[in-house]
């Protein structure tokens, strides 16, 4: 699907998107593309924001248990500052980042650097969430993954909370989230809408 390493002499860079809900496998195909990277033994570095420390403070794990060491930084400016001498850059969690991931992937990218970028597409409630959007228009490869659904087994596209508590952003995992197909996410948020 991707090459790891071209034939050009010149170094050319782009951005992919890995999207999805919960539970979708993002954080897994982040991973096996970075260890590609590094089985090419390109230089690779991977980030992911401080507000994620759900299984480990710095290392990116997946909920298969994969993992792969990251730096932890603040906001999206900080991985332009430390980006620069390598031939890959992996970001995690994406969504939990401020508006100008976008344009600090495609300076990255036009840098001549391969930025691979894992998050959620939508919010709890089915929006789109933080700065995907931008990247998802902005990319030269995007890839939305699915969960299964564990009502009816269908496509599951959406990352359903199980808790009554507002605010956007809530880490969690099985025991706050379930990915559903848009028919039983519709029918939970009636459900909810009838409780308040």
Not at 4 to 18: H, T
């Amino acid at each position: 699907m991707f090459l790891e390493k071209s034939n050009n002499s010149e170094r050319s860079g782009w951005v992919e998107v890995i999207c999805g809900s919960m539970f979708s496998g993002k954080t897994e195909e982040l991973i096996r593309r970075l260890k590609r990277a590094r089985i090419a033994q390109q230089k690779v570095e991977i980030y992911k924001p401080v507000i994620d420390t759900r299984y480990d403070k710095e290392d990116i794990v997946s909920h298969d248990d994969n993992s792969v060491k990251s730096t932890p930084v603040h906001s999206s400016n900080q991985i332009l500052l430390m980006a620069n001498d390598f031939d890959v850059v992996g970001i995690d969690e994406a969504q939990f980042f401020d508006d100008d991931l976008s344009a600090v992937c495609n300076i990255l990218a036009n840098n001549g650097i391969r930025v691979i970028v894992a998050g959620l597409d939508m919010d709890y409630l089915g929006n789109p969430f933080g700065p995907i959007p931008a990247l998802l228009a902005t990319a030269e490869f995007v890839t939305k993954v699915h969960a299964i659904c564990p009502i009816c087994g269908d496509l599951a596209n959406y990352s359903h909370r199980t808790v009554d508590q507002g605010g956007q952003v809530m880490l969690g995992e099985t025991d706050v989230y379930e990915p559903l197909c848009r028919r039983h996410f519709l029918e939970k948020q009636k459900q909810q809408q009838k409780k308040k």
